[in-house]
């Protein structure tokens, strides 16, 4: 009986040491990039009163971990560079290698932020092919949430840094920024990203309640309870409509790219069958290829020769399917596409990359193919609302993937969202306002920059003055720059009509790089384009000024500047004669003699936003009758 007693009293013993030695989170790993020139700060779990020694650049600091088992220490200020190794040691030792010290940015939003370049590696192949920046470094901290407060560690996570295929997974905006840093100051840059695609402000935003329903939607819409759809034809038959031996009939014509409603399919919200049929030369075959299919609105799955090659349950992303080896055979191959759009209009987006590439080869998909409706959905006022989606609600995000890691030291912060909240753009302003000062408190390190892209132009293009959400979210924005210490970069000339994940990435990152330079670094440069400051009547004109004009005023296309409305008392908004003087602008119209209100780039995708700054710098869009 003794000899069983303390059995058990060793074993009891040795899982309690088991579970007592020094504990990291894991944003301390090998090659992590630490903030220079100021104090590190360093933390853990250990048992409780354990001592713990950290020797990192021949010093020795020691500390001891509370009753509750939890620990942290700062390291001396240390100047950029590296490698470096720190060794912890208490009932167990650990050892970090190849730590650099340089600058740490914080990087957070929405898809925008998420996109990697791997999304956009057509555009960007040769930045892909030649990254070699062993000292620009990211941790990515995988999807999270948590409704239940604030959590200790994250989940998973590792630093990588920008050099080949590794360079892949970087989110696109954070890399660019940090390339464009690393070169003008030399020294390592760090990147922590912490974003979600299509999640509102209000779940990065701690301290806030958790309700039973999602915070926002991700399109336009009030939740409803949509009816059980019907059978999908496609998929109910014995031959399913992607198998080879099917043999179609009553299939129609319809052209690829395009939507299904613009080509005589009226008001359809379904599943709507796509196939094609292509020659495939034998030198394409017997090795892997891909299938770009530009963007599908809304989910899509794809079948190549009856085998499901990939699929996509969110509209917004570009197709980009892997083809497998042994997929494509020589001679005729077929290509089917289930379509399901539950809301607007349904097909393919135009002005996307719609081809099969199989080595150098390239086979072109637009063009003529065939149709047949699957199911026809009831129609319903509205799908879209979020649901129970818990990365949609306040808090939970930033009680899983920030909260963790604020006692990590950083330079400053980067933040691109906004689409998720473009349905309720007249909070957006304090949200903003909300976040950064809860960040900022969070972190404790001071007003620290805080740099923000405010939303480029999406959707059609209207001729007419109009009012727009996208608008007003873009003033919202602006807003916040009441806030010391942050800068705003402006990208509507950077958006695409039909992708609300646009391609060019590298000149955002860019322009939070030239708010970095002032804000972080001190530099006496022009980071802004032109911002409204005022504007006053004069009889029949009014003339608007601004700040952030630097060599002066311009417009990037040599023609007057456009997109000014105009109204007098009513409201009523004209399009408007518009001519530089110095720095302001002058605007007036025939059909308004007593003009009151300007407007500027006033929609969701504005036609010719062209105003800027001699450095390259476009003007902000903005109203006066607010």
Not at 599 to 619: C, F, I, M, S, V
Request: positive net charge.
């Amino acid at each position: 009986m003794v000899k069983r007693l303390t059995i058990l009293l060793l074993l009891l013993v040795a899982g309690y040491q088991s579970q007592s030695q020094i504990r990291l989170p894991k944003l301390l790993r090998d090659s992590m990039i630490l903030q220079r020139d100021q104090p590190v700060r360093l933390w853990g779990w250990a048992s409780p009163l354990e001592k713990i020694t950290v020797s990192f650049n021949r010093k020795i600091i020691r500390t001891r971990a509370g009753s509750d088992g939890k620990w942290k220490l700062e390291l001396p200020a240390t100047k950029a560079g590296g490698p470096y190794s720190i060794h912890f040691r208490g009932k167990n030792n650990i050892t970090l290698e190849d730590v650099l010290f340089g600058d740490v940015w914080f990087c957070s939003g929405q898809s925008n932020m998420v996109h990697q370049l791997n999304i956009h590696d057509v555009t960007y192949a040769d930045e892909i092919a030649t990254a070699n920046f062993p000292q620009i470094r990211q941790f990515w901290i995988p999807t999270a949430t948590s409704l239940e407060g604030e959590k200790e560690d994250i989940t998973a996570g590792h630093w990588a840094p920008a050099v080949g295929e590794a360079v892949r997974p970087f989110s696109a905006v954070a890399y660019f920024m940090a390339k464009k840093l690393h070169q003008q100051y030399g020294v390592p840059i760090g990147i922590i990203n912490a974003s979600v695609g299509g999640t509102p402000i209000e779940a990065w935003t701690g301290g806030l309640p958790s309700p039973q329903a999602s915070a926002t939607p991700d399109r336009p819409g009030n939740p409803v309870q949509r009816p059980e759809p019907p059978i999908d034809k496609g998929m109910n038959e014995t031959l399913k409509w992607y198998d080879p031996a099917y043999v179609p009939k009553g299939w129609r014509s319809i052209f690829v790219p395009g939507y299904w409603e613009d080509q005589g399919i009226k008001e359809l919200n379904g599943v709507v069958w796509y196939r094609k049929e292509i020659m495939v030369p034998a030198n394409m075959t017997g090795k892997p290829g891909r299938l770009f299919l530009g963007r599908i609105v809304d989910m899509d799955e794809v079948y190549i020769n009856g085998k499901k090659i990939g699929q996509t349950t969110y509209l917004y992303p570009q197709r980009r399917y892997a083809i497998p080896q042994d997929v494509l055979q020589p001679g005729k191959n077929l290509i089917v596409v289930r379509v399901t759009n539950q809301n607007g209009k349904g097909g393919f987006v135009p002005d996307k990359p719609y081809c099969l590439f199989s080595g150098k080869d390239t086979i072109e998909l637009t063009g003529k193919w065939e149709y047949k409706v699957g199911a026809a959905f009831e129609p319903v006022r509205s799908f879209y609302g979020g649901g129970g989606n818990n990365q949609n609600k306040p808090s939970a995000l930033f009680n899983a993937m920030v909260a963790p890691v604020t006692s990590y030291t950083i330079k400053g912060f980067c933040w691109y969202q906004g689409e998720s909240n473009a349905g309720r753009p007249m909070e957006y302003a304090s949200l903003s306002r909300q976040l950064i000062n809860q960040w900022r408190s969070a972190w404790n390190l001071g007003t620290l920059p805080f740099l923000y892209v405010q939303l480029p132009g999406f959707m059609e293009y209207n001729y007419l003055p109009s009012e727009s959400n996208w608008a007003q979210m873009r003033e919202a924005q602006m807003d916040a720059l009441d806030v010391p210490n942050t800068a705003m970069v402006v990208a509507i000339d950077l958006g695409e009509w039909n992708d609300i994940h646009p391609d060019n990435k590298k000149e955002v990152g860019d322009r939070l790089a030239l708010g970095a330079m002032k804000l972080a670094y001190g530099e006496k440069i022009v980071y802004s384009g032109p911002l409204y400051r005022t504007a006053r009547v004069e009889a029949s004109k009014i003339i608007v000024e601004f700040d952030h004009t630097g060599g002066g005023l311009i417009t990037n296309d040599c023609e007057a500047p456009g997109n000014f409305a105009i109204a007098g008392a009513d409201k009523k908004f004209v399009w408007a004669s518009a001519r530089i003087e110095g720095n302001s602008v002058v605007v007036s119209s025939d059909q308004v003699s007593n003009p009151m209100y300007v407007r500027y780039a006033w929609a969701d995708n504005p036609t010719q936003p062209n105003l800027y700054n001699r450095e390259g710098l476009p003007a902000s869009p903005f109203r006066t009758d607010r």
